[in-house]
């Protein structure tokens, strides 16, 4: 397996423009999660998707960001507009339900600079 | 203003020797405990679970220990090399929720 796949691995914008992150998780995978990871803050879940039905959006900063799952093989978070402050990586990562175990499978990130 | 980094905790050791990091979680209902590895330019990735009804667990060259009394978490790396160089997260399930929380990171240097 591939792994989870994300893309781009950089992007480079100016303030006030739409952001797009794109994710493929493992394939077999219910659980997806976007996570947000800075100096200040850390690593920081965003949101996080059941078989495609996002379960908890707490960790959404604000309404400029929307997360979706059209299907069980893709995901999407958009900053919509973008700001400085969101620079950051953003990590995907994906998981199988085990009531014992949840190892989160990790893609390699998207590193985010807004001008 | 003047922006303030995360400082992490830093470790260096000597390529060789057996390396300790440490984890204080908060929440007492969290019921599963996963130990991360994080290189630079790159995602985290899994090392070593543990349930809450364990106190221990080996792996190839690293123990996780668990505490509950003092909620504590801890990673054992035995005859560390250098390419164990890297930031270490320890993250936690609480219960119920599915969600994993991740502390803020250890760095471990291994000094060749």
């Known amino acids: 397996d591939a792994g989870v796949i994300q893309s781009p691995r950089h992007e480079v914008t100016e303030m006030g423009q739409e952001v797009t992150l794109r994710c493929k998780p493992i394939?077999?995978?219910?659980?997806l999660f976007w996570y947000r990871q800075t100096m200040m803050r850390g690593l920081e879940l965003l949101i996080y998707f059941n078989n495609n039905v996002p379960i908890d959006d707490s960790g959404m900063p604000e309404d400029r960001f929307s997360a979706k799952m059209p299907n069980a093989s893709f995901s999407t978070l958009k900053i919509q507009p973008s700001e400085p402050r969101d620079s950051a990586v953003y990590f995907c990562?994906?998981?199988?339900?085990?009531?014992?175990?949840?190892?989160?499978?990790f893609g390699p990130g998207t590193r985010l600079t807004v001008l | 203003g003047e922006s303030v980094g995360l400082h992490l905790p830093t470790l260096s050791v000597q390529e060789g020797d057996n390396s300790i990091i440490n984890c204080a979680y908060s929440?007492?209902?969290?019921?599963?405990f996963i130990w991360y590895k994080q290189e630079s330019g790159k995602g985290p990735q899994f090392i070593i679970d543990i349930r809450s009804n364990m106190d221990k667990r080996q792996g190839q060259r690293v123990t996780v220990l668990l505490n509950k009394t003092v909620k504590h978490l801890s990673l054992q790396i035995a005859a560390t090399q250098p390419g164990d160089s890297a930031v270490y997260f320890c993250a936690e399930r609480g219960g119920s929720n599915y969600k994993l929380t991740f502390g803020k990171g250890t760095l471990l240097t291994v000094n060749p």
């Open positions: 394939s077999g995978h219910d659980y």
């Open positions: 929440n007492s209902a969290s019921d599963y």
């Open positions: 990562a994906s998981s199988l339900w085990d009531s014992s175990y949840n190892e989160q499978f």
